[in-house]
């Protein structure tokens, strides 16, 4: 199982951020970084906060039924305080923070230092916490890429008959491989697969 071969690898080489992409849009990345992050808050009893980095199209919130007129871009643009962006979706051990306002240039901001010093910030704030990062495509712009180097560790997921494995490979390049935990073959049902990479 994916989650019992995160908690093996963190608790290994220590690193509790993780970054959740696909190769291809619609793909199923956002459910899984959901569905992941309740495993391990209702599962484990491991403190989560699910944090909403894909500000071309974010859609946590909606997937989870709350609303989100401020998020995480507030805090990079407008320097709102994190702590008024968190919200409690009503789960124990479970915090989310989404993205706000939706931008098209949003590689410009990721690379930003104010990205860099929010990442530390987490990091050295909430050291026993799992951070789940829902970050876009890699095929799609070079957020995801330009994202990878401020994780631990990387999860790509992969639909079923729609992503070809040039695509996969094309994707998987991209990224640092010491930091990928592995594949999600998503099957296009509530079930999923996972494989080591």
Same mark, same amino acid.
Request: proline share 4%; charged share 25%; with cysteine.
């Given at each position: 199982?994916?989650?019992?071969?995160? #908690?093996?690898?963190?608790?290994?080489?220590? $690193?509790?951020?993780?970054?959740?992409?696909?190769?291809?849009?619609?793909?199923?990345?956002?459910?899984?970084?959901?569905?992941?992050?309740?495993t391990?808050?209702?599962?484990?009893?491991?403190?989560v906060?699910l944090?909403?980095? *894909?500000?071309?199209?974010?859609?946590?919130?909606?997937?989870?039924?709350?609303?989100?007129?401020? $998020? #995480?871009?507030?805090?990079?643009?407008?320097?709102?305080?994190?702590?008024?962006? %968190?919200?409690?979706?009503g789960?124990?051990?479970?915090?989310?923070?989404?993205g706000?306002?939706?931008?098209?240039?949003s !590689? =410009?901001?990721?690379?930003?230092?104010?990205?860099?010093e929010? *990442? !530390?910030?987490?990091?050295?704030?909430y050291?026993e916490?799992?951070?789940?990062?829902?970050?876009p495509?890699l095929?799609?712009?070079?957020?995801?890429?330009?994202?990878?180097?401020?994780?631990?560790?990387?999860?790509?997921?992969?639909?079923? $008959?729609?992503? !070809?494995?040039? =695509?996969?490979?094309?994707?998987?390049?991209? #990224?640092?491989?010491?930091?990928?935990? $592995?594949? %999600?073959?998503?099957?296009?049902?509530?079930?999923?697969?996972?494989y080591?990479?």
């Open positions: 199982m994916l989650r019992t071969r995160i #908690l093996r690898r963190t608790k290994e080489r220590g $690193g509790r951020s993780i970054m959740i992409t696909s190769a291809l849009s619609g793909e199923g990345k956002t459910t899984t970084a959901i569905n992941l992050s309740l391990f808050a209702k599962g484990f009893e491991q403190t906060m944090v909403d980095c *894909d500000f071309r199209k974010q859609c946590v919130h909606e997937v989870m039924g709350f609303n989100s007129d401020r $998020g #995480l871009l507030d805090h990079l643009l407008d320097d709102m305080p994190l702590s008024d962006l %968190i919200v409690w979706p789960i124990e051990k479970l915090t989310v923070i989404s706000g306002k939706t931008i098209q240039e !590689s =410009e901001v990721i690379a930003s230092p104010r990205m860099r929010l *990442d !530390s910030e987490m990091k050295n704030r050291p916490r799992y951070v789940i990062f829902d970050v495509p095929l799609v712009g070079t957020d995801a890429m330009t994202f990878a180097p401020l994780v631990d560790w990387i999860i790509m997921v992969v639909q079923a $008959g729609k992503t !070809s494995m040039a =695509e996969v490979n094309k994707a998987m390049q991209m #990224l640092p491989k010491e930091k990928v935990l $592995g594949l %999600i073959l998503n099957r296009q049902t509530a079930q999923a697969e996972a080591p990479y």
